[in-house]
């Protein structure tokens, strides 16, 4: 069973930075492309970005609104993906979801909030 | 850039009859090298996270009820649920997946 933990999230001021952290379990994880997808409270779903496996090259994507501030890392021996968010704002407030998937979001843990606020 | 629009934004329908949801792109996403149309459909219910329904544009996946369907190419998608039941409540939504993925904004379905 594919089973995706995320956690780190909370409370931090604007222009601050957060980890979050992405536990992987139930897949070849060292093969997968690694996805985070936020949610505003009640707004859709927003494509943050992603990680290729080393394999593809281990790159990164970013959508534009995060693009230069939100990074992405994984560790292999760990299975886990993590995303680093810094220069917070307060539009960044969201549910943080990490998927499984190139670009298709096969599985999705439950999510960790962060809230952006002084 | 694409755009994804969805229409409806919401739509109430009875038990046991069909929700129709259209999904269209600014720009075509059939990528004929690969001969398929890089869109996906989700479920999200209230309270919970996204699942994946189907993709390219019409596979369902494993375990998805055969009342859900895709269908469309090119800039227009439609997500059909047909015999709609009680647990189908919840926010659709499109995505196209290739080069930087794009989720819709989501159609309400309710009873």
């Known amino acids: 069973e594919v089973l995706l933990v995320e956690s780190g999230g909370g409370l931090v001021n604007p222009g601050g930075s957060l980890t979050l952290s992405c536990a992987a379990s139930g897949f070849t994880f060292t093969k997968a492309w690694m996805a985070w997808v936020r949610q505003a409270p009640g707004k859709g779903l927003e494509w943050v970005g992603r990680i290729k496996n080393k394999a593809d090259d281990g790159t990164t994507d970013y959508a534009a609104p995060v693009k230069g501030r939100f990074s992405i890392v994984r560790d292999d021996s760990k299975n886990m993906v993590y995303l680093h968010l810094n220069s917070l704002k307060t539009e960044d407030t969201a549910v943080y979801y990490c998927?499984?998937?190139?670009?298709?979001?096969?599985?999705w843990g439950r999510g960790t909030r962060v809230t952006v606020s002084s | 850039d694409i755009v994804m629009t969805q229409s409806p934004d919401s739509l109430s329908v009875s038990l046991g009859e069909r929700a129709t949801i259209n999904c269209k792109s600014s720009?075509?996403?059939?990528?004929?090298?690969?001969?398929?149309?890089?869109l996906a459909w989700y479920q999200q219910k209230p309270g919970q996270s996204p699942k994946l329904l189907l993709y390219w544009a019409s596979t369902r996946k494993s375990g998805v009820p055969d009342r859900f369907s895709g269908s469309g190419s090119g800039t227009n998608f439609t997500l059909t649920i047909t015999n709609l039941q009680a647990e189908d409540v919840a926010v659709y939504y499109c995505q196209h997946f290739y080069g930087t993925p794009l989720f819709g904004p989501g159609t309400k379905v309710d009873i």
């Open positions: 720009q075509n996403i059939y990528y004929s090298s690969k001969n398929k149309s890089y």
């Open positions: 998927t499984v998937g190139a670009g298709l979001c096969d599985y």
